[in-house]
């Protein structure tokens, strides 16, 4: 079945999902050709692994409070007990998942091209989990702590004052996740890597994001302007879809490792 082209142009490759080998040529040349693959995943690459959306994340009682307000300094500022209870619920919700065949399909790729990068917005750690070594955490790890003064990273909690958040064992401020809130500055490491991840880009896959929170989504464009192919993996049209040379309208479960298995069984590339 040939694949229909999208209305912005890019090739809609999803119905054609089933028999990799009918993958548009175009799509089949960029995988082979590629030599430093950059990847952006977003909150959908974890959704078949049980763990919500940022956005859909929001049941039972935190159903009443907005995500994009709790996860700033603000309300921590405001209410540290309530936001770290929030992170302690997300983080049972994370702690019974399990990366899927997506995300094994990545550290899959990883050992077939030359350079494969991930960075993510996810902060559940399931890429590594799966096996990816070359992962950027835009977004920071659910799992670390940090003290919320100094802002260094916390190997151990001081708990003996019972009411939550814990404290820094070292000076005593309270401790708070390692994320980045909405309003805080994307770590210098992480930024560094992805530019340099993105210098020398050939192929961009865009998964499971909806291309809305910035500098994350920023990423993208940058990949198109360095004359990378893009790609982009979601179960609806991102925001910046229309950037995109190939789409698969697809879950990230299926879609990735339709694409690995497109590379055929040979090794690494010479
Ligand atoms: C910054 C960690 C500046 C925390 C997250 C006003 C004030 C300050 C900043 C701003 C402002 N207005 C705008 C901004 C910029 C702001 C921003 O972009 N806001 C947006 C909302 C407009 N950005 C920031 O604040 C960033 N920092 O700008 O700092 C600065 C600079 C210098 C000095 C000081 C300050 C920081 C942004 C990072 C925020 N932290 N996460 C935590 O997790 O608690 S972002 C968080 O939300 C997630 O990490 C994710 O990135 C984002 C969106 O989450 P979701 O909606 O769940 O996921 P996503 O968008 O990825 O959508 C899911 C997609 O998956 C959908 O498209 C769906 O179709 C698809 N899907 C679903 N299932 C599947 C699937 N696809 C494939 N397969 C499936 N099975």
């Given at each position: 079945?040939?694949?229909?082209?999208?209305?912005?142009?890019?090739?809609?490759?999803?119905?054609?999902?089933?028999?990799?080998?009918?993958?548009?040529?175009?799509?089949?040349?960029?995988?082979?050709?590629?030599?430093?693959?950059?990847?952006?995943?977003?909150?959908?690459?974890?959704?078949?692994?049980?763990?919500?959306?940022?956005?859909?994340?929001?049941?039972?009682?935190?159903?009443?409070?907005?995500?994009?307000?709790?996860?700033?300094?603000?309300?921590?500022?405001?209410?540290?007990?309530?936001?770290?209870?929030?992170?302690?619920?997300?983080?049972?919700?994370?702690?019974?998942?399990?990366?899927?065949?997506?995300?094994?399909?990545?550290?899959?790729?990883e050992a077939r091209v030359e350079r494969c990068t991930v960075i993510t917005q996810n902060v559940d750690g399931l890429h590594r989990r799966a096996g990816?070594?070359?992962?950027?955490?835009?977004?920071?790890?659910?799992?670390?702590?940090?003290?919320?003064?100094?802002?260094?990273?916390?190997?151990?909690?001081?708990?003996?004052?019972?009411?939550?958040?814990?404290?820094?064992?070292?000076?005593?401020?309270?401790?708070?996740?390692?994320?980045?809130?909405?309003?805080?500055?994307?770590?210098?490491?992480?930024?560094?890597?992805?530019?340099?991840?993105?210098?020398?880009?050939?192929?961009?896959?865009?998964?499971?994001?909806?291309?809305?929170?910035?500098?994350?989504?920023?990423?993208?464009?940058?990949?198109?302007?360095?004359?990378?192919?893009?790609?982009?993996?979601?179960?609806?049209?991102?925001?910046?879809?229309?950037?995109?040379?190939?789409?698969?309208?697809?879950?990230?479960?299926?879609?990735?490792?339709?694409?690995?298995?497109?590379?055929?069984?040979?090794?690494?590339?010479?």
């Amino acid at each position: 079945m040939e694949s229909a082209s999208g209305a912005n142009g890019a090739t809609d490759v999803d119905a054609a999902i089933e028999r990799t080998a009918e993958l548009p040529a175009g799509l089949c040349e960029a995988l082979h050709g590629a030599r430093n693959v950059v990847v952006l995943s977003g909150a959908g690459m974890s959704a078949e692994s049980g763990v919500p959306t940022f956005r859909e994340a929001q049941t039972g009682l935190w159903a009443r409070f907005d995500p994009q307000a709790l996860a700033t300094p603000e309300a921590f500022a405001r209410d540290p007990a309530l936001v770290w209870r929030w992170y302690e619920w997300r983080r049972d919700l994370v702690a019974d998942a399990e990366p899927h065949a997506g995300h094994r399909a990545l550290a899959e790729l990883e050992a077939r091209v030359e350079r494969c990068t991930v960075i993510t917005q996810n902060v559940d750690g399931l890429h590594r989990r799966a096996g990816s070594r070359e992962v950027i955490e835009f977004h920071g790890n659910l799992f670390e702590n940090r003290c919320f003064v100094e802002g260094h990273v916390l190997e151990t909690l001081d708990t003996s004052r019972g009411e939550p958040p814990p404290r820094c064992p070292d000076c005593g401020a309270w401790a708070r996740p390692g994320v980045v809130w909405f309003g805080e500055a994307i770590p210098a490491a992480a930024l560094e890597a992805a530019d340099a991840a993105l210098s020398d880009v050939d192929l961009f896959l865009s998964v499971g994001t909806s291309s809305s929170v910035y500098p994350a989504a920023g990423l993208i464009e940058q990949a198109a302007r360095r004359g990378a192919t893009l790609v982009e993996i979601n179960t609806e049209d991102s925001a910046l879809a229309g950037l995109m040379d190939f789409r698969f309208t697809a879950p990230a479960g299926a879609a990735l490792p339709a694409l690995v298995d497109a590379l055929g069984n040979g090794g690494p590339h010479p």
